[in-house]
């Protein structure tokens, strides 16, 4: 199990990136701040990746990455709330591999990682590409749904959504999962935006997504095969 030191002072951010690493099959490590951080990668000498957030109490994480980059060449991912090129900047000149700003999508965090350890040799390279189920093919690299060799115009959001649900088929993610992971942790609009955006995605699927697409009532949705 790959390890992934995870920095940041706000203990929600921490936990949530946290848990969904561990539901990738990841082990996170936590740590409050730059000194944990840079603790825990002196006593994990097989860490995989790190991701720090910027702006940390005693040791902040472009210290943080300066220090690691004296020992090593681990993907670093750096978290920052702020957007200006500066920060872009900064983070590539001490050695950071990539960046995400917050608010950010917990599963598109997901995505970053994996192609960083791909990118880094510690994960291989693997079919893109989903299981075709009843006609249905995803790319993910490509970005494109297939649905009987007709490609599919999806928005963002329903593509999002539709990956989630084939990621895990006849498992039944609720309505806060389905927000959490696709719109952000800090999304402050109504919950029933995950209803209507599903229903789009249930119209555009047709025959396919009546007979799959199944609703939950009172929890979400699912991927059913049969």
């Known amino acids: 199990m790959k390890k992934i030191i995870v920095a940041d002072d706000e203990a929600r951010i921490r936990r949530l990136v946290c848990d969904f690493l561990a539901s990738e099959g990841y082990e996170p490590l936590e740590a409050a701040d730059g000194d944990i951080a840079l603790e825990l990668f002196e006593q994990n000498s097989d860490t995989a990746a790190l991701i720090l957030d910027v702006m940390m109490p005693n040791v902040d994480g472009w210290e943080v990455c300066r220090q690691i980059r004296k020992k090593s060449n681990v993907p670093v991912l750096m978290l920052t709330a702020r957007s200006e090129e500066f920060d872009e900047l900064m983070g590539f000149e001490v050695g950071a591999d990539d960046y995400v700003t917050k608010p950010f999508s917990p599963g598109v965090l997901m995505k970053r990682v994996a192609a960083l350890l791909r990118r880094s040799g510690v994960e291989e390279e693997s079919d893109s590409r989903l299981p075709a189920l009843d006609g249905l093919l995803v790319d993910e ?86």
């Open 141 to 226: 690299t490509a970005h494109v749904v297939n649905l009987e060799n007709k490609a599919l115009e999806l928005t963002l959001k329903e593509y999002n959504i539709l990956l989630k649900l084939l990621s895990s088929i006849g498992r039944v993610f609720s309505r806060e999962q389905l927000l959490d992971d696709i719109w952000g942790y800090d999304y402050a609009g109504d919950i029933r935006t995950v209803d209507s955006h599903v229903a789009r995605l249930r119209t555009k699927l047709g025959d396919w997504g009546n007979k799959h697409l199944k609703t939950v009532y009172g929890i979400g949705y699912k991927i059913e095969a049969e």
